[in-house]
Nanobody
């Protein structure tokens, strides 16, 4: 079955950086668009970034533009999220997700993703 496993979360001071990874198995990774989402306590799941199956098209949520970078390595079945200039408001559980339609477009909507990881906690202290 499809498994997505996030890693790289932790506690960091404001202004610091973290790099999240999402390792995928059980699917032909290079055929599917992927995304990162986050959810803070008491808030709805928020779009962070999405990347096309080839990696050639990328989109970001407004709150992370210019600070976060999404990428993927199809040879390693892994997606990344480089997070720089972190702010306390970036504190959340971060989830990676995959769409289930091959070669489909990337999306900012959680409902368009069918596979989800278990999440990794990112905490940014002020």
């Amino acid at each position: 079955q499809v498994q997505l496993v996030e890693s790289g979360g932790g506690l960091v001071q404001a202004g610091g950086s973290l790099r999240l990874s999402c390792a995928a198995s059980g699917l032909t990774f290079s055929k599917y668009p992927m995304g990162w989402f986050r959810q803070a306590p008491g808030k709805e799941r928020e779009f962070v970034a999405a990347i096309s199956w080839s990696g050639g098209r990328i989109s970001y949520g407004d709150s992370v533009k210019g600070r976060f970078t999404i990428s993927r390595d199809n040879a390693k079945n892994t997606m990344y999220l480089q997070m720089n200039s972190l702010k306390p408001e970036d504190t959340a559980v971060y989830y990676c997700a995959a769409r289930s339609i091959v070669y489909s477009g990337r999306s900012s909507m959680p409902r368009d993703y069918d596979y989800w990881g278990q999440g990794t906690q990112v905490t940014v202290s002020s």
